[in-house]
């Protein structure tokens, strides 16, 4: 089969502030519990055995693209697929999310993060990018999960509120937090060349929980890190999205690590967003995913703030603030993608 030809894709330009034919949109978790013919194949258990299945999770990747007609899929994985694939004793708990054994806690644990070999760790990642590509009409993105976003599940055990731990062992152990990190940026550019080198047009470093940090302790402690794995990965001239929640404050810092585009949650509105990140940085994002469950009229009103917040930028990928949430009403996302779809692009 020839593979489809992406030098056209709204997406990719947007990313890079190119003119492009189309707003470009997709929306994260747009695979997922929302879906009914997800849940008809998602089957029961942890969603790491699913992932584990390259025809099923190319399937559940292809299933958002073919009834929404977005302008990007996202693999169908998780960011914790490259340690549970060393073998660091985590699993994702329907409901719940990442959960692990026996936490990160001491200089010892440091052993127990190998670094990734993707084509023995990950190869059911690598079968899933590579008939994906064959496949898509659209850009495939590839994804890792930031070190601290990681690190947070490593060092709590459990997705926490407050990040007790994972913070107290930054603020009294140096060494060791620097040392986790810089395993965890290892680990993120293994997974992420891996992906793109079987065809990912796209990386996308999700820092989800970034924003429980206040902007000096994420330059000091995080910062580093994430520019490790931007610098580990820009070589591989793809577009490179940072993305985190409740990120309001630490937008430049986000871009200043090295993202060709930053996302955006609901919290800030785009054009404030704008004036906090440097010129040649794309923005995406932000609707907030409650408002889709209001109904269309609701999600028609924001997502016409947001393109008028963006006021023509061409620096402008449409998405949630945050994650498709289950509760979604499918319809609802299929009428936007339309309406997105007739509406005037950037020209700026
Ligand atoms: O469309 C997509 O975005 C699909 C791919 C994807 C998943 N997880 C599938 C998934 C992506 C990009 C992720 C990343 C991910 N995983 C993040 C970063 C994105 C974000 O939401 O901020 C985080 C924090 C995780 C960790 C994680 N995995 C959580 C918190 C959960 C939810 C647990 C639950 O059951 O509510 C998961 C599980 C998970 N990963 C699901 C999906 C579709 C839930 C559904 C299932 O188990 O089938």
């Known amino acids: 089969m020839p593979v489809p030809d992406l030098t056209e894709s709204p997406f990719l330009a947007a990313c890079r502030s190119l003119p492009h034919d189309r707003i470009p ?34 399937e559940i ?9 977005t302008d990007a899929a996202i693999l169908y994985s998780d960011i914790v697929t490259p340690v549970h694939a060393i ?28 670094p990734l070999d993707p084509e023995a760790d990950t190869p059911y990642v690598l079968a899933t990018v590579r008939n994906l590509v064959a ?14 976003t990681v690190a947070s599940y490593l060092v709590e055990g459990r997705p926490s509120r407050t990040y007790t731990n994972v913070k107290t062992l930054m603020l009294t152990d140096e060494p060791l ?47 580093p ?16 999205i940072h993305f985190g929640v409740h990120t309001g404050e630490l937008l430049g810092a986000m871009a200043d690590v090295g993202a060709d585009m930053v996302g955006v949650d609901w919290r800030t509105p785009l054009d404030v967003a704008r004036t906090r990140v440097p010129d040649r940085c794309a923005l995406q994002g932000n609707l907030d995913p409650a408002v889709v469950i ?4 609701p999600t028609r ?31 609802v996302l299929e009428q936007l993608v339309a309406w997105l779809h007739e509406q005037p692009t950037g020209t700026r």
């Open 61 to 69: 990747t292809l299933q958002p693209v073919r009834r929404y007609g």
């Open 25 to 58: 949109v997709w929306f994260m978790r747009q695979a997922g519990r929302s879906l009914p013919e997800y849940r008809a194949v998602r089957g029961t258990g942890s969603i790491l055995q699913a992932i584990a299945q390259p025809d099923l999770a190319t």
């Open 225 to 240: 890190a994430s520019r490790k794995v931007f610098d580990g990965v820009c070589d591989l001239n793809v577009p490179l």
């Open 294 to 297: 209001a109904g269309w009229e």
């Open 177 to 223: 937090w620097f040392a986790l990190m810089d395993r965890l940026a290892d680990l993120a550019i293994a997974s992420l060349r891996s992906q793109v080198e079987a065809g990912a047009s796209a990386i996308q470093l999700f820092d989800s929980w970034a924003g429980a940090l206040a902007p000096a302790h994420y330059e000091r402690y995080v910062a």
């Open 301 to 331: 009103e924001a997502a016409a703030d947001v393109l008028r917040r963006n006021a023509g930028h061409l620096g402008h990928v449409f998405n949630l603030g945050h994650g498709v949430l289950p509760e979604t009403d499918p319809g």
């Open 135 to 148: 496949e898509l009409p659209v850009p495939l993105i590839a994804f890792a999960g930031a070190p601290f």
């Open 87 to 114: 073998g660091f004793g985590v699993d994702i708990v329907p409901g719940v999310g990442p959960v692990v054994e026996h936490p990160f806690r001491t200089t010892a644990d440091l052993d127990r993060l190998r």
